[in-house]
């Protein structure tokens, strides 16, 4: 009796990069970018701040405490030649004592201006050329106006839970713009974090790239291809159970 052998496609697994200034990909990666801006200092670049912090008001923040405060972060990722973006997050340390703690979820969005961490101010994007609208504001030349995480059903970055180690999902919208930045058919410009709700009193504050704990610093994880890769039979057979697909699959598991 004649008798086939089950022919299995392996679908493309899972993997992950990591983005960790200090940590990952390497001990020596330092392609983090972080910085505040400030309504109330707006000619100041802070990129010595020790904290990021976003606010409308600025109460829960430092230097100073009024104003809108808003964050811009960026990842180099190119080392990320190939990939089909299944997922990917943000995790940061909130455990900074003078954040609020009430549930509040602040805007992502994507930036268009090749924004410089030393130079960034709320009137300018390097210290020298003017936003559209400061602070980043226009959605047509400074940042892109759609949201990257608020689809999701925590309903995006912000935090209604204890200070600590805290990770924000990517939306399918947030995936699409990362899959953009690897293709190239985007510039990655990275994100600005923002709180557009004027009747918010209440601020989010993290850890910066340069903290001393290095595990504490923002770090960007991109999930490639599938996570639950499964495999096929492409051939069918005599149902011996020798080389049935069900078999096959179990030698897999073993």
């Known amino acids: 009796t004649p008798t086939s052998t089950a022919d299995f496609t392996h679908p493309t697994t899972a993997t992950t990069y990591t983005f960790q200034d200090g940590v990952s990909p390497t001990a020596g990666y330092a392609g983090t970018e972080d910085v505040n801006i400030k309504q109330n200092g707006a000619t100041t670049n802070y990129n010595s701040d020790t904290n990021l912090c976003v606010d409308y008001n600025g109460d829960g923040c430092a230097t100073p405490a009024t104003g809108i405060h808003r964050v811009l972060m960026q990842w180099d990722i190119s080392t990320i030649s190939s990939c089909t973006v299944s997922s990917a997050s943000i995790t940061v340390d909130d455990n900074v004592t003078n954040g609020d703690s009430a549930t509040i979820r602040y805007g992502v969005q994507a930036m268009r201006r090749n924004w410089t961490e030393t130079g960034v101010t709320w009137n300018t994007y390097d210290g020298t050329n003017s936003w559209t609208t400061a602070g980043a504001g226009d959605t047509t030349n400074d940042r892109y106006a759609t949201d990257l995480m608020n689809g999701n059903s925590d309903g995006g970055w912000g935090r209604g839970t204890p200070l600590g180690i805290l990770t924000f999902d990517f939306d399918s919208d947030g995936v699409s713009a990362i899959q953009d ?7 990655n410009n990275g994100i600005i974090i923002a709180d557009n709700d004027s009747s918010d009193t209440n601020a989010f504050i993290w850890r910066q ?13 991109i999930v490639c291809g599938d996570p639950n890769p499964f495999y096929l039979d492409s051939t069918l057979n005599n149902h ?6 069900i078999a096959s699959r179990r030698e897999k598991s073993q």
């Open 240 to 245: 011996d159970e020798t080389n049935s697909t």
């Open 209 to 221: 790239r340069g903290y001393a704990t290095t595990s504490s610093r923002p770090k960007l994880t």
């Open 181 to 187: 930045w690897i293709n190239g058919t985007v510039t």
